[in-house]
Every structure is written in C-alpha cells, then in structure tokens.
C-alpha cells in the first residue's frame, strides 16, 4: 500500500529487513519490530488484510485490539498511527477512526496515549470530532 511504501523509504533497507516475516500472520493479529532508521524504537504492525481478505472494520478491529495487547507485552506507553483500513474502497476516515477510539484502552493501562498521525487539515477536524464524541 503507500502508507507501508512510504514507511520503507523514511525507516530505511534495515526496517525493511526488519519487518519481513518467515510466514504469513493471521489476519487481525499484530506483530512488533525494530524501526530501522526511524526516531521510534519499535514499530507495531497491525494485519488488517490478507490476500483473499479485504480489510473491513471486524478485521481492523481484532488488529487493533492485537496490536494494543502487543503494546501492552512489550511496555509500550506511546503510539502514534495513521487511521487503518482507508485505502480506495475501504474505511471511509471516520469509521477508521472509530474503531482506533473504541478500541484503544482505557485509562491507567499500557498503551496509555495514542497519536492519530493524518496528512490533511480536513481530516484531522474529522478524527478531532470523533475523539471529541468519544470522550463524552
């Protein structure tokens, strides 16, 4: 996808080494690697789609919701991503930020803070209002 192409440029050959994996992951699972070349220690990768399995929000979901636990083992307190599932066809944003909302833990556990990382101005006001909406 771009965003993983666009991650291997900026993180460098030894993340892209780094993230390959002997055999394919289960869709909705998660995984941690090294971060190459990137400020961050760690990168969490989330397994929202397969070969024959587009990403839908029960895919996103259970990723999520592995890569949160996976945070968790490892000690991981902060993490910022990018709304998952948004490629042509599938997630409209703010469903992809819905799911990042309900799904990331509450208070007082590990991951404690989650960074919605978005390009655009309109798309940040968007996540903004879903944040807001969870929030209250």
């Known amino acids: 996808t771009p965003s993983v192409l666009r991650l291997d ?20 699972s998660a995984v941690v690697t090294g971060a190459g070349d990137l400020a961050a220690p ?6 929202i789609q397969g070969h024959e399995e587009p990403p839908t929000a ?17 000690g991981l307190d902060s993490l910022a991503t990018a709304p998952l599932g948004t490629g042509a066809g599938q997630l409209s ?20 803070r989650l960074c919605i990382v978005v390009d655009r101005e309109e798309d940040r006001l ?11």
Do not use: K, N, Y
């Open 58 to 74: 029960t895919t996103v979901r259970r990723a999520l919701l592995s890569a949160w636990q996976q945070a968790a083992e490892w």
């Open 93 to 112: 944003l703010e469903d992809a930020a819905v799911l990042l909302a309900e799904t990331f833990p509450v208070s007082g556990v590990r991951p404690s």
């Open 126 to 136: 968007i996540v903004d209002a879903v944040v807001q909406r969870r929030r209250t």
């Open 9 to 28: 440029q900026l993180a460098g050959a030894r993340f892209q080494s780094q993230r390959r994996v002997q055999t394919a992951l289960a869709v909705g």
């Open 42 to 47: 760690f990168v969490l990768h989330a397994v």
